[in-house]
C-alpha cells in the first residue's frame, strides 16, 4: 500500500466526500490495511455502509447513527462478535425448562424464541409502585470498565462476568474486573468464541469461581485452561427473570444489573445497531425476526425515559469507541428483538 493514500488512488468514479471520510476513518481509527487492492475492497465496504447509514438516518430521527469501528467489515465478519442464533434459544428454552414463571408463548410454532415484540404490552403485571422512574448503576459506583470482546463470539462470558462484577460491587461494595478468558477456557460446558450458554456460565462460577483479570488476561481467542485457584470469587446461585419487563425493571432497580439476550440484525441494510450512537434505538420487528445474523448479550444498568420514550440503558463489549462511550440505550416495553426472553441474574446472599 501506497506510504501516503491519496483520493488519485482510488477509481475516479469514486466521490471525493466519500472518500475523504474514509480517509478520516482509517486515521481515527488507526487501520491500516496489507496492500492498496485490500484498501480499495474495503473502501467499497465502506461507502456502501456509510450510505445505508444515511438513508436509516433520514428515517429515524430519534437515533444518531456513526460511522465507527464497523463502518468497513462485512457481515461475516460482524457475526464473529456475536453467538449463533441457537444459542440464544438454547438460552431461552433452559429457562423454560428451569422456571416455572416462563411464559410459553415465547416459543413460536417454528419452534422460534421469538414471538411478537409486543409480549410486556400484552401481558401487563402489578409493576413495583416505588420504582424510581430513573435507575443508572453508574452513578453509584456499581459498574466496571466497558470491555472488548474483539472478533471472538464470547458475548456470553462478558455478559455473565459483568452482571457478576456489578452484583459483588452491590452485595461486597468490591468493584473488581473478573476474568471473561477463564470462562472461555475452562468452562467445559461452553465453547470459547463459537458461542455459549450463560444459565451454564453462572453455573461454573457458582461451583469453580471466578478470578481476577489481572491473573487471566483477555486474548480473544479460546486456549488451554489455566486452573488458577486464587482470587476466586463465587456467587451463590443465578435467577431466571420471566420476559415481564416491568418486574425486569423492578429487579434492576432493587437488585442491579442483569444479564440478557437479544438477536441482531446486519443483512444488507439492516446495520442499525452496529452504527448507532446514540437515542432511543427501537428496531422493526421485521428487522429483528428476519433479519438476524446470529444474538449477543449484554446487561442491562438501568433504564429510564428520553423524549416520551421508555428505554434500557445496556453496558456493551464492543468498546468505549462504540455507541455512547460503549453504551446503548433500547425500547423498552416492546420486547425489542427479544431481549426480555433471556434475562437472568447473579444471586448473592
Not at 482509517?26 to 484498501?39: G, H, S, V
Not at 461507502?47 to 447513527?65: A, G, H, P
Not at 451454564?200 to 488476561?217: C, D, M, P, R, V
Request: hydrophobic fraction near 35%; glycine fraction near 6%; include cysteine.
Amino acid at each position: 500500500m501506497p506510504s501516503i493514500l491519496m483520493s488519485s488512488h482510488f477509481p475516479p468514479e469514486a466521490i471525493p466526500d466519500e472518500i475523504n471520510q474514509f480517509l478520516r476513518y482509517l486515521k481515527d481509527f488507526d487501520i491500516k490495511y496489507a496492500n492498496l487492492t485490500e484498501t480499495l475492497y474495503r473502501f467499497d465496504i465502506f461507502v456502501e455502509n456509510l450510505r445505508n447509514l444515511q438513508d436509516r438516518q433520514k428515517s429515524d430521527e430519534n437515533v444518531l447513527y456513526e460511522i465507527n469501528q464497523f463502518s468497513a467489515m462485512t457481515d461475516s465478519e460482524l457475526k464473529e462478535r456475536l453467538i449463533p442464533y441457537q444459542d440464544f434459544v438454547e438460552d431461552v428454552k433452559l429457562s423454560i425448562e428451569t422456571s416455572s414463571s416462563a411464559d410459553s408463548s415465547i416459543s413460536n410454532e417454528d419452534g422460534v424464541i421469538f414471538d411478537k415484540q409486543s409480549i410486556s404490552s400484552s401481558k401487563k403485571s402489578k409493576s413495583w409502585k416505588g420504582r424510581p422512574a430513573f435507575v443508572d448503576w453508574r452513578t453509584k459506583g456499581k459498574v466496571t470498565r466497558v470491555k472488548d470482546q474483539g472478533q471472538c463470539g464470547s458475548c456470553w462470558a462478558f455478559s455473565v462476568t459483568a452482571a457478576v462484577e456489578s452484583q459483588i460491587a452491590i452485595k461486597r461494595n468490591e468493584l473488581i474486573e473478573l476474568s471473561e478468558q477463564q470462562l472461555i477456557d475452562c468452562d467445559s460446558d461452553n465453547r470459547g468464541c463459537s458461542g455459549g450458554y450463560r444459565p451454564w456460565a453462572f453455573k461454573y462460577i457458582e461451583s469453580k469461581g471466578q478470578t481476577i483479570e489481572q491473573l487471566y488476561y483477555y486474548t480473544g481467542r479460546k486456549g488451554e485452561c489455566r486452573n488458577i485457584t486464587a482470587n476466586l470469587r463465587k456467587i451463590d446461585n443465578h435467577k431466571y427473570l420471566g420476559n415481564d419487563e416491568d418486574k425486569i425493571a423492578d429487579w434492576v432497580a432493587e437488585h442491579g444489573p442483569v444479564s440478557f439476550g437479544l438477536f441482531i440484525f446486519c443483512v444488507n441494510v439492516t446495520r442499525g445497531m452496529y452504527q448507532y450512537s446514540s437515542g432511543v434505538f427501537n428496531p422493526t420487528e421485521d428487522e429483528c425476526s428476519h433479519h438476524s445474523l446470529g444474538s449477543h448479550a449484554m446487561i442491562f444498568v438501568g433504564y429510564g425515559e428520553m423524549n416520551g420514550e421508555t428505554y434500557w440503558l445496556i453496558k456493551n463489549s464492543w468498546a468505549t469507541s462504540y455507541g455512547d462511550s460503549g453504551y446503548l440505550k433500547m425500547k423498552r416495553g416492546v420486547n425489542s428483538c427479544g431481549l426480555a426472553n433471556a434475562v437472568f441474574a447473579p444471586i448473592i446472599n
